[in-house]
C-alpha cells in the first residue's frame, strides 16, 4: 500500500528544545492525524486534521494541514523526556476508508 | 477521544495453534476496523480492512485463511491466526474508525503481542 514520506527518520535532541517533523504525500489528503507511539503500546492520536491550512495545537504539539492537500507537519515545543517514542502520520483521501501512514520518527530527549 | 480495547495484549502458544484476537470499541461503534501488523522499529503494516456484516478486505499478499477475521458486531472484530507458525510472531494493532459528521478519526487499541513457539 502507499506509505507518505516522514522526515526525519529519527531526532536526539536537549531536552527544552522543539522539535518538527513533517510528512508528504504525492496524492492528495482530505484528513491528516498524527499518533505517538511508546514501545509496546498502540498509537495514541495526538492531533486530527480535516481542512487545508488548518492549524490545530494541543498542548506543546501543534500540526497543520499543508495549503497543497500533500503535506502536514507537526510540532513540539519546549521537549520534555516524557515526549520520548516514535511519531506517525497517516492521511485519508477521499476515495476509500483506509489511512495510509508515514514511516514515522523516532524522538529521544536528551534530559 | 474513543476507546479501543484489545485481548489478549500477549499471547505464547505452540506452533501450529490458532490464536484468536478480540478488538472492541469501547464506546462508539464501528462499521469499519483494521488490523495492522507492526514489526520491530517499523511503521504499521496493514492487514486488512474489516467490515461490519459483510466480508473482510485483505491486502495484497495477507492470506486470508491464514488470518481470519469476524466483524460479528459494530463493537467487535476478531483476528484469528490460524495453525500459528514462528513467522506469524509480531505485533498485531487493531484500529477503529470513528465519524463525528464529515469528519473521520482512526482510534488504536493498545496492541497484542504473539509470541508462537
Known amino acids: 500500500g502507499q506509505q507518505l514520506n516522514q522526515s526525519p527518520q529519527s531526532m536526539f535532541i536537549q531536552e527544552g528544545e522543539d522539535v518538527s517533523m513533517n510528512c508528504t504525500s504525492s496524492s492528495i489528503f482530505n484528513t491528516w492525524l498524527w499518533y505517538k507511539q511508546d514501545p509496546g503500546e498502540g498509537p495514541v492520536l495526538l492531533i486530527a486534521l480535516y481542512k487545508a491550512g488548518e492549524l490545530t495545537s494541543n498542548g506543546r504539539l501543534t500540526a497543520q494541514f499543508g495549503i497543497t492537500r500533500k503535506d502536514s507537519f507537526l510540532n513540539i515545543s519546549a521537549s520534555i523526556p516524557s515526549d520520548v517514542g516514535i511519531y506517525f502520520c497517516?492521511?485519508?483521501?477521499?476515495?476509500?476508508?483506509?489511512?495510509?501512514f508515514g514511516t514515522g520518527t523516532s524522538l529521544t530527549v536528551i534530559p | 477521544g474513543a476507546v479501543v480495547s484489545q485481548h489478549p495484549s500477549r499471547v505464547i502458544c505452540k506452533s501450529g495453534t490458532s490464536v484468536k484476537i478480540e478488538c472492541r470499541s469501547l464506546d462508539f461503534q464501528a462499521t469499519t476496523m483494521f488490523w495492522y501488523r507492526q514489526f520491530p522499529k517499523q511503521s504499521l503494516m496493514l492487514m486488512a480492512t474489516?467490515?461490519?456484516?459483510?466480508?473482510?478486505?485483505?491486502e495484497q499478499g495477507v492470506e486470508k485463511d491464514k488470518f481470519l477475521i469476524n466483524h460479528a458486531s459494530l463493537t467487535l472484530s476478531t483476528l484469528t491466526v490460524t495453525s500459528a507458525h514462528p513467522e506469524d510472531s509480531s505485533f498485531y494493532i487493531c484500529?477503529?474508525?470513528?465519524?463525528?459528521?464529515?469528519?473521520?478519526?482512526?482510534?488504536f487499541g493498545p496492541g497484542t503481542r504473539l509470541l508462537v513457539l
Open positions: 484500529s477503529a474508525l470513528s465519524f463525528s459528521g464529515s469528519k473521520e478519526t482512526q482510534y
Open positions: 497517516a492521511g485519508r483521501s477521499n476515495t476509500g476508508n483506509q489511512f495510509y
Open positions: 474489516s467490515n461490519e456484516g459483510s466480508k473482510a478486505t485483505y
